[in-house]
């Protein structure tokens, strides 16, 4: 896959051109990065790198490649796991060196095998606070906020239905299958992958990495009635978790769908809402107790 081909599959984090851990010592080899919404069109940007390049080098050379704005601030961001937390390295650290941690399936090029697609280089911006812009996904994911909703029902923005774009199919003007799809089809393309009908969640899988499952997301999705942010799995874990504060009873979501369209992938993004609800920033290890349950779980009673 080029660096440009604007396609969605493929491609693990960063990867070596080499395929035994060892070998990578003095060898020269290729860093992806990922440039999101920094570089439109561009999946990732490939890199040389040594042992001893330093992320500020690997950077520089990304922007020189992408030919992005000098007179922005960058930094290189290591993501590990599945949708979570990034890490930003310092100018000084080594990425090769971050990336012989990593295990091997996530080394060699695997696409879409042995877990690789869940390692990865980000190239993140800066904002003047010190604080990371996460540019036009974030941007995208909320849009519809609470206060854009107000203002667009008082016809202060345009209404995001004029445009097809339906966050709720129950407000379709016309519900047929065509027009159904569509709207599913058109928020696919934004990235939206989650669209409510009534409170149902449908979600389509993205089988692509989407920053949207990061601690950002759970403090901004805790504690709303649904419906009043954009669609996710954490305001289905949200709403289900204070409603069984609030009526003292147990709760259950339901989640269904053909095999590989993201029923475990689901109910571990709830699982991960739900214990930071709960656990408030205390990392007590609950979340690995239960996920780890799950295959054997899996086992005895298929998740629906
Ligand atoms: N929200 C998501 N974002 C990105 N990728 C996803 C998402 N959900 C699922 N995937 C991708 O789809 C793959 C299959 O998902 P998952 O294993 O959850 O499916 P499943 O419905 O549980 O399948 P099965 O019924 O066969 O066990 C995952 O390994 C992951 O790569």
Redesign the pocket.
Known sequence: MSARDGGHGGGIGGVGTLGRRGRYEDSEFTLRIYPGSLAEGTIYCPVSARKSTTAAEAIERCLERLRLDRDRCYVLAEVKE??GEEWILNPSDCPVQRMMLWPRGALEQRS?SG?G?DYRFLLRQKNLDGSIHYGGSLQMWLRVTEERRRMTERGLLPQEEARGDHADLCRLPELTERSLLDNLRSRFRQER?YTYVGSILI?I??????PI?NPKYVKMYDNHALGDLEPH?YAVADVAYHAMLQRRRNQCIVIS?????????????LIHHLTALSQKGFASGVEQIILGAGPVL?VRT??V
């Open positions: 599945f949708g879409g877990g697609e992958i979600v899988n993205p089988f692509q990495f989407l499952y799995i769908g053909e095999s590989g369209s993201g029923k475990t992938q689901s109910t571990n993004f899996e298929p998740v």
